[in-house]
């Protein structure tokens, strides 16, 4: 699961169900997250509603944290695969 909390109070804002474990680090870009999953998915989150905007199907688990830097996004997964997504 992926839990947004209120900054000042913890108080739960929304959560989002992945199909397995959430091992990584969130990274979150211009009103959006994004976070790998064991069930080998990479999740595009509205960081406001917490509702899914897109979703990559890898095939293998993503426990690596994804990283953006000059506009493309990268993320490792367990099967040795490299995926670079660019704007």
């Not at 109070?9 to 680090?25: D, I, P, Y």
Request: charged content about 15%.
């Amino acid at each position: 699961m992926v839990h947004c909390l209120e900054r000042t109070t913890g108080k739960e804002v929304w959560t989002f169900l992945a199909g397995a474990r959430v091992e990584s680090s969130p990274l979150i870009t211009a009103g959006r997250i994004f976070v790998g999953s064991s069930d080998g998915n990479l999740y595009e989150l509205d960081l406001v509603s917490g509702k899914k905007t897109w979703e990559f199907v890898a095939g293998a688990a993503l426990t690596a944290s994804p990283a953006a830097a000059q506009g493309a996004l990268v993320i490792g997964s367990q099967d040795g695969v490299l995926y670079c997504f660019g704007e």
